[in-house]
């Protein structure tokens, strides 16, 4: 086909009108590549260009360059055009509803058991407690023999403590510590006297039912200083007691007991009130209604126990505790089941768990139910 007699005119007015009936723009993408794609035929009119003599170029050219305008500029136009309807179309289909609350975003919770060792560390701290920590994997001397523990004490029977099959470079048995203590003895060793400080942490026995499990928290506190007495120990578990309960009618009573490491020894139990059926701390436990609830033990250092941790017992006296935090997590929050605080099930965290927002501070209150 000589370049004469392409109609230029003609060609352009059908593919204007190819391109205003494309109704997709799958089909008006085809008519581009159709036109002007590498094979296209107005490409094919543009490389015609090529064998012309200068006066036919000069003639044609501008004629072959305007066709290949005018399409190009069809084409986009349509393409924005088509593009409009499609959006028009889609609003006009969906409905967007602003008021609606974004969806939420999943946010973890703070474990009762996390929340309540930041309560006590925050209620100690207030007393000039420090917070110390050591190793879960210990030895028998500072998990039992420092601790007045003897070689005889069913405590360090295989069916009480998890030893490991291996003893550590100085031959000692190693073992899951059964309480904090040894920490409290590292203490004492590390830094000597005064002392004041708490050793919260994760505790192992070998001991398995719906009241017990393998492993659970406890926390312990030990001071060591001149002249110290039954009343500082007194004093400081009350103190303790009504901050984390925020309650002021706390009401302690001590019993006589027995601890290798303690002596004297002494059971604290706590008042309560039958509310309902459930236990209210609070109020003498004497009171009509009322009874007393073992909470956690205690006494004053046995002398032994502070030669093994490097000090002269005629010059230090201390006291020291241990209390169950699982327990008084359950006790402050109302859980009724121990298990349920091991078993990660995040409807039960989602219900019982702390926002990492709620961070106990005296002035705010220690802790409040979620
Ligand atoms: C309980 C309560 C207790 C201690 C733990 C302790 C620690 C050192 C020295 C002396 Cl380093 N005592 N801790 C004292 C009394 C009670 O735990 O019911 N334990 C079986």
Same mark, same amino acid.
């Given at each position: 086909?000589?370049? &004469?007699?392409?109609?230029?005119?003609?060609?352009?007015? &059908?593919?204007?009108?190819? *391109?205003?009936?494309?109704?997709?723009?799958?089909?008006?993408?085809?008519?581009?590549?159709?036109?002007?794609?590498?094979?296209?035929?107005?490409?094919?009119?543009?490389?015609?260009?090529?064998?012309?003599?200068?006066?036919? @170029?000069?003639?044609?050219?501008?004629?072959?360059?305007?066709? @290949?305008?005018?399409?190009?500029?069809?084409?986009?136009?349509?393409? &924005?055009?088509?593009?409009?309807?499609?959006?028009?179309?889609?609003?006009?289909?969906?409905?967007?509803?602003?008021?609606?609350?974004?969806?939420?975003?999943?946010?973890?919770?703070?474990?009762?058991?996390?929340?309540?060792?930041?309560?006590?560390?925050?209620?100690?701290?207030?007393? #000039?407690?420090?917070?110390?920590?050591?190793?879960?994997?210990?030895?028998?001397?500072?998990?039992?023999?420092?601790?007045?523990?003897?070689?005889?004490?069913?405590? %360090?029977?295989?069916?009480?403590?998890? =030893?490991?099959?291996?003893?550590?470079?100085?031959?000692?048995?190693?073992?899951? %510590?059964?309480?904090?203590?040894?920490? &409290?003895?590292?203490?004492?060793?590390?830094?000597?006297?005064?002392? %004041?400080? *708490?050793?919260?942490?994760?505790?192992? @026995?070998?001991?398995?039912?719906?009241?017990?499990?393998?492993?659970?928290?406890?926390?312990?506190?030990?001071?060591?200083?001149?002249?110290?007495?039954?009343?500082?120990?007194?004093?400081?578990?009350?103190?303790?007691?009504?901050?984390?309960?925020?309650?002021?009618? *706390?009401?302690?009573?001590?019993?006589?007991? =027995?601890?290798?490491?303690?002596?004297?020894?002494?059971?604290?139990?706590?008042?309560?009130?039958?509310?309902? #059926?459930? %236990?209210?701390?609070?109020?003498?436990?004497?009171?009509? #209604?009322?009874?007393?609830?073992?909470?956690?033990?205690?006494?004053?250092?046995?002398?032994?126990? *502070?030669?093994?941790?490097?000090?002269?017992?005629?010059?230090?006296?201390?006291?020291?505790?241990?209390?169950?935090?699982?327990?008084?997590?359950?006790?402050?929050?109302?859980?009724?089941?121990?298990?349920?605080?091991?078993?990660?099930?995040?409807?039960?965290?989602?219900?019982?768990?702390?926002?990492?927002?709620?961070?106990?501070?005296?002035?705010?209150?220690?802790?409040?139910?979620?």
């Amino acid at each position: 086909m000589g370049p &004469q007699t392409v109609d230029y005119a003609a060609t352009g007015e &059908q593919a204007l009108a190819r *391109i205003a009936q494309a109704s997709e723009l799958d089909a008006l993408e085809q008519l581009r590549v159709e036109f002007l794609g590498k094979q296209g035929s107005i490409s094919g009119l543009l490389k015609t260009l090529g064998g012309m003599s200068a006066d036919e @170029r000069l003639a044609i050219g501008p004629q072959i360059h305007a066709l @290949r305008e005018s399409v190009s500029t069809a084409l986009a136009e349509r393409k &924005q055009a088509l593009e409009d309807a499609a959006l028009a179309e889609q609003l006009s289909r969906d409905t967007l509803d602003l008021t609606l609350p974004a969806p939420e975003t999943p946010c973890g919770s703070i474990h009762p058991v996390s929340q309540v060792m930041d309560e006590l560390a925050e209620i100690f701290a207030d007393m #000039g407690f420090a917070v110390a920590t050591g190793p879960e994997i210990e030895d028998d001397w500072h998990n039992f023999t420092a601790l007045n523990i003897p070689e005889s004490h069913p405590a %360090r029977a295989m069916h009480d403590t998890f =030893y490991f099959p291996d003893k550590d470079a100085e031959g000692r048995a190693m073992l899951l %510590r059964t309480h904090t203590s040894p920490v &409290q003895i590292r203490s004492m060793l590390q830094h000597g006297a005064p002392i %004041r400080i *708490i050793a919260p942490g994760r505790v192992y @026995r070998s001991d398995s039912d719906a009241t017990h499990t393998p492993m659970f928290h406890q926390v312990e506190g030990l001071v060591i200083d001149k002249g110290i007495h039954l009343g500082h120990l007194k004093w400081t578990l009350e103190t303790f007691l009504k901050a984390f309960f925020e309650r002021e009618d *706390i009401v302690l009573r001590l019993r006589p007991s =027995y601890f290798p490491f303690t002596e004297p020894s002494v059971e604290v139990d706590v008042g309560f009130a039958l509310v309902n #059926g459930k %236990r209210v701390l609070g109020g003498s436990g004497d009171a009509a #209604g009322h009874g007393w609830m073992e909470l956690l033990g205690s006494g004053m250092v046995n002398r032994k126990v *502070i030669e093994a941790g490097g000090l002269n017992p005629d010059e230090w006296q201390g006291f020291a505790f241990g209390v169950g935090v699982d327990r008084l997590a359950m006790l402050k929050y109302g859980m009724d089941d121990l298990r349920a605080f091991f078993d990660g099930d995040v409807r039960w965290l989602a219900h019982y768990g702390f926002s990492p927002f709620d961070v106990p501070t005296l002035s705010a209150g220690v802790g409040t139910a979620a």
